[in-house]
């Protein structure tokens, strides 16, 4: 999924569930993916319905600029008087599709309902490297959102590392100092259930929460287009940045 990351320190805009809300109805997803040739998905979450983790949020993310500028108001905001937030991004990088372009479609779309996004464009490693120091660091520069792409292939890599209290940067990549404890609860019983289907009950769970807070800025899942040569036999593509070869082999 690629998403903007927010902080929850007390000089975020973010820490506005109705700021949050705003954004996620603002972004034109579909515009997007244009922007990337059809290789996309409109992100609904932080994971794609159909996913046993989606849960029931009664949040939906879509396209609603009205919408978007009454939650705005809500909070004192407008075009003509907006909030300013500071977004750290990359040039480039694994995993960021066309980062620079997709960055200024949702700036042009924040700055419709009140939202005006300032960029602190830095080369990809240094990008993980403020995402691994947190909100906090200098190196953040005040930094009030951190724009990386994240895998979603396991519980600990889509939700636990950028929700749990004691991962708080530097112990982790909760980037934004994000905490709740019952969030923490549902992650903790997350880990301790070992049957798979009880767990990914929890799981629903804390992806529904997670959605009807908008705890993150969710654009698009990136589909991984692969090309192959015709003489490439016994690949098994999985839904998933990392792929086996062990079954792939080279025919004349």
Do not use: C
Not at 65 to 92: C, H, Q, W, Y
Not at 182 to 192: C, P, R, T, Y
């Amino acid at each position: 999924v690629w998403p903007w990351h927010f902080s929850s320190l007390e000089d975020s805009p973010w820490r506005d569930i109705n700021i949050r809300k705003a954004a996620n109805l603002a972004v034109d997803r579909e515009g997007i993916v244009q922007l990337l040739g059809g290789y996309g998905v409109p992100a609904t979450g932080h994971v794609v319905k159909g996913d046993v983790w989606y849960g029931t949020p009664s949040f939906a993310l879509k396209r609603d600029v009205e919408a978007a500028r009454k939650l705005m108001a809500e909070s004192g905001f407008s075009p003509d008087n907006p909030v300013t937030v500071k977004m750290a991004i990359s040039a480039s990088g694994s995993g960021q599709m066309l980062p620079l372009q997709m960055n200024e479609y949702i700036q042009q779309n924040l700055a419709e309902v009140g939202i005006k996004v300032e960029f602190d464009v830095v080369e990809w490693q240094a990008l993980l490297d403020i995402w691994r120091a947190g909100a906090k660091s200098p190196q953040a520069k005040g930094a009030q959102g951190i724009n990386v792409s994240y895998t979603t292939q396991d519980p600990y890599s889509a939700f636990t590392r950028f929700m749990r209290t004691d991962l708080h940067a530097p112990n982790g990549v909760n980037y934004g100092f994000y905490s709740d404890p019952e969030m923490d609860e549902l992650l903790k019983q997350a880990q301790l259930e070992f049957d798979a289907a009880k767990r990914d009950e929890v799981l629903a769970k804390v992806h529904t929460k997670e959605v009807d807070e908008a705890l993150f800025l969710w654009v698009v899942h990136d589909v991984a287009p692969r090309a192959l040569s015709p003489k490439v036999k016994g690949f098994k593509p999985a839904r998933n940045w990392f792929q086996s070869l062990s079954t792939t082999f080279i025919s004349d």
